[in-house]
């Protein structure tokens, strides 16, 4: 069920950057918590942060959202 939340995420990073192949999300689910961890080409890492981290926080915003319909707890990691 949890993978819906990677499934979106994916899709929204995938739209946002120029080099939609190099994305990975990766899913780590603990007891309470599932962490979604989102690595792109450095190129792309600008895209995906946005200015002054109003992308990633609008991705973190849109996956809460989404956990929360969901009854789960999620958090975003990007990885560089």
Do not use: C, F, W
Not at 6 to 24: C, G, N, R, T
Not at 43 to 51: A, E, F, Q, R, W
């Amino acid at each position: 069920m949890s993978s819906e939340l990677k499934e979106l995420i994916q899709y929204v990073a995938k739209s946002l950057v120029d080099m939609p192949e190099h994305v990975e999300v990766t899913e780590i689910s603990g007891e309470q918590t599932t962490v979604i961890e989102l690595k792109v080409d450095k190129s792309d890492l600008g895209k995906v942060i946005g200015k002054q981290g109003r992308t990633a926080r609008a991705l973190r915003t849109i996956l809460n959202a989404a956990s929360t319909k969901l009854r789960k707890r999620s958090v975003l990691e990007i990885i560089e």
